[in-house]
T-cell receptor, first 116, second 108 residues
Framework: GAVVSQHPSRVICKSGTSVKIECRSLDFQATTMFWYRQFPKQSLMLMATSNEGSKATYEQGVEKDKFLINHASLTLSTLTVTSAHPEDSSFYIC????????????FGQGTRLTVV | DAKTTQPNSMESNEEEPVHLPCNHSTISGTDYIHWYRQLPSQGPEYVIHGLTSNVNNRMASLAIAEDRKSSTLILHRATLRDAAVYYCILQGAQKLVFGQGTRLTINP
């Protein structure tokens, strides 16, 4: 299947700083990418949907000024957690869809963010 | 988003078949049924999907009820590496919304 690469896989940052997570589709063009967060023992929670070249659509309750999403090209989307706090510590996962929209989604390996 | 219902957990023995059920009584005519699984500390992995007919691939089979209100993921011979959380998701619009999934435990 197609490959989605997410970087970094693990990051520790100080409270108040910002962290950027990259999501790349390596062998296909992704018009749409999704960002999820997952707390321990819980399911994935969709945070936002990003379409290449346009603004992201955020799910209800997700602060768009805190979680900045940029989808500048068909192979790269970034999530920046701004002014991170310990409660932002979580497992962040990106997903990408191929052109056409109705095929399976491919997921990155996830980024474990710890804010200290 | 159409909702799915799965058992919280299931247990099976190695090398035995596993049938993972999913109810989706509010499915619409254009919703595809997708299954993903997630191993610990990893992103989800695509397993299989279908619309109306049963589907087979190298990983699993998907049996879809005639009224499409339920489906079953079948692992023909479970291995220890199949221990994961399995998610049944309806995909109509672009986004995939995950339910709680079924945590599958495989006993050696």
């Amino acid at each position: 299947g197609a490959v989605v690469s997410q970087h970094p896989s693990r990051v520790i940052c100080k409270s108040g700083t910002s962290v950027k997570i990259e999501c790349r589709s390596l062998d296909f063009q992704a018009t749409t990418m999704f960002w999820y967060r997952q707390f321990p023992k819980q399911s994935l929670m969709l945070m936002a949907t990003s379409n290449e070249g346009s603004k992201a659509t955020y799910e209800q309750g997700v602060e768009k000024d805190k979680f900045l999403i940029n989808h500048a090209s068909l192979t790269l989307s970034t999530l920046t957690v701004t002014s991170a706090h310990p409660e932002d510590s979580s497992f962040y996962i990106c997903s990408a869809r191929d052109l056409g929209g109705y095929t399976e989604a491919f997921f990155g390996q996830g980024t474990r963010l710890t804010v200290v | 988003d159409a909702k799915t219902t799965q058992p919280n957990s299931m247990e099976s023995n190695e090398e035995e078949p596993v049938h993972l059920p999913c109810n989706h009584s509010t499915i619409s005519g254009t919703d595809y049924i997708h299954w993903y699984r997630q191993l610990p500390s990893q992103g989800p992995e695509y397993v299989i999907h279908g619309l109306t007919s049963n589907v087979n691939n190298r990983m699993a089979s998907l049996a879809i009820a005639e009224d499409r209100k339920s489906s079953t993921l079948i692992l023909h011979r479970a291995t220890l590496r199949d221990a994961a959380v399995y998610y049944c998701i309806l995909q109509g619009a672009q986004k995939l919304v995950f339910g709680q999934g079924t945590r599958l435990t495989i006993n050696p």
